[in-house]
């Protein structure tokens, strides 16, 4: 059932040549299940091999082979749904949903239909510059995914690679809860880093391992509820949110110029930042579903349910909170560090034993932003977590000062060292002595008298004072030290 009850804010609506329009979203996730095998078979799963190489008599839909359940991928399956405050349910059933394609060797996808194995649950999204919304979760099912027809190789033939044929997929399906793109990103976002946390999908965007069906309608504020169009396997956030506004206005418009909307499932191209029609969009009654005569129905026990619960790890939502009360750091920060488990772990390695806040900058500021400039990922970062700690174990205890640890950062992610080789090495330990300091400012005032005479007047001129001092001492003079002693000699 397609229902919608919230309305938006002013601030979401888009604005037509008729007035303001709701945009109404819901999205169907698929998730990869991280696990080595298939969900009815004993085919691998690993990305990138050879096609055709990872495919069972099973898979490629062979008269008399019957499909046995991974029930490693029950399992998986579990673990999400309880991840996502969902109902479990105890009873559900495998069906076939009936339809052929050419890199669908048995003409129909097992899937779930009447019975899924998770009900309904929701999620807590932020979006940036939002306030909070729960997401409502209509279902969870598991299914088999289907091939990958190539277009590529030549120009008058399609090639068939199977080797994704029955990798088990979590079909995540959301209430229309959402009514902005910036809420569908931070929706998809906060799914793939509970999936990621709870280990049942590595939610990696690019492979396809997870990607999202967006559907897209639109509504006088307030109003009935418009046609909607699928938009299919967006595999970015940004490509969800490029999506999500050329379909919203290409509804307005149609709709405005007297014309209406033909339900359909669509493509989006992410070159020209346009949708463009596929197929028209099928209804259940077309795929003609009934239950799959070769599978029993999964009747799970209470026992197993609270056996998956009891292992559940620590969830985003509960980390952020944590590290907010643990390590002192505001809510932005929390959200970023845990937003992706890998993120949080590195984190809490550089924070643990001293400053959370100044562990937060440094992670996020210059390690996050010398990541991507880059273009590497976390896990093939130069600088350990260890050895960032490293860094800032020095500016605590005086060795180097914060400007000093930039330059030292640079060269630990070029790979020259770690901080302490590196301070030893260019001799950029912090000056500390306080009568070398003292002489420092004492030369830079006499240079300086008449800046020294109206400091009395505006005091803001000691910035002056404590800049010829860093320069004098090539950075290396304590700025703590450096300002004290200018404030006593300039009579502040």
């Not at 909607?228 to 999506?243: D, Y």
């Not at 007297?258 to 070159?271: A, H, K, M, N, P």
């Not at 599978?295 to 619960?309: M, R, S």
């Not at 001293?354 to 010398?370: C, S, T």
Request: glycine share 10%.
């Amino acid at each position: 059932m397609f229902t919608a009850e919230r309305v938006a804010d002013k601030k979401d609506w888009l604005q037509g040549e008729t007035g303001d329009w709701e945009i109404i979203i819901g999205l169907e996730v698929h998730a990869q299940v991280a696990s080595n095998s298939k969900l009815f078979s004993g085919s691998a799963t690993d990305f990138g091999s050879e096609p055709n190489t990872q495919v069972s008599l099973v898979d490629a839909g062979m008269p008399g082979m019957l499909p046995v359940v991974n029930e490693f991928c029950v399992e998986q399956a579990v673990r999400t749904g309880l991840g996502l405050n969902a109902q479990i349910n105890l009873f559900s059933r495998f069906d076939r949903k009936n339809y052929f394609y050419v890199d669908l060797p048995q003409g129909y996808q097992i899937s779930q239909f009447e019975h899924p194995i998770v009900g309904e649950g929701e999620i807590l999204i932020e979006p940036e510059n939002g306030e909070a919304v729960n997401v409502g979760i209509e279902r969870l099912h598991l299914e088999q995914d289907a091939g990958k027809s190539i277009h590529d190789l030549s120009p008058d033939e399609t090639y068939v690679d199977l080797n994704r044929c029955g990798v088990a997929l979590m079909e995540i399906v959301s209430k229309p809860d959402m009514r902005s793109a910036d809420e569908a990103s931070a929706y998809v976002d906060k799914l793939r880093g509970i999936v990621r946390a709870l280990g049942t999908c590595d939610g990696d965007m690019e492979k396809g391992n997870l990607r999202a069906d967006v559907n897209v309608s639109v509504r006088k504020p307030g109003g009935e509820l418009g046609t909607r169009c699928e938009i299919k396997n967006v595999n970015s956030l940004r490509f969800i949110r490029q999506a999500i506004m050329y379909e919203a206005r290409r509804h307005i418009e149609i709709i405005e110029g007297g014309g209406s909307i033909d339900q359909e499932t669509r493509l989006f191209d992410s070159v020209k930042g346009e949708t463009r029609p596929m197929r028209s969009k099928e209804d259940a009654h077309d795929y003609r579903y009934f239950p799959d005569p070769d599978l029993l129905p999964l009747q799970l026990t209470q026992d197993f349910v609270d056996g998956v619960k009891a292992t559940l790890p620590e969830l985003p939502d509960a980390r952020k909170a944590r590290f907010m009360a643990d390590y002192g750091i505001p809510a932005y920060d929390a959200a970023v560090l845990t937003t992706d488990k890998a993120n949080g772990d590195f984190y809490e390695l550089v924070a643990k034993g001293r400053d959370g806040k100044i562990a937060a900058n440094w992670v996020m500021g210059e390690l996050f932003g010398a990541l991507n400039k880059a273009d590497l990922d976390l896990a093939d970062s130069p600088v350990s977590a260890q050895a960032l700690g490293g860094l800032l174990d020095r500016i605590s205890d005086d060795t180097i000062s914060g400007k000093i640890a930039k330059d030292v950062f640079e060269k630990m992610f070029a790979g020259e060292g770690d901080a302490d080789t590196i301070i030893e090495r260019d001799g950029l330990k912090q000056v500390t002595d306080m009568g070398a300091i003292e002489a420092m400012v004492q030369t830079v005032i006499d240079a300086n008298p008449d800046q020294a005479a109206k400091v009395a007047d505006n005091p803001k001129l000691i910035g002056f004072f404590v800049g010829q001092v860093m320069k004098k001492s090539q950075g290396k003079a304590n700025p703590q030290a450096v300002n004290q002693i200018l404030k006593i000699k300039l009579g502040l």
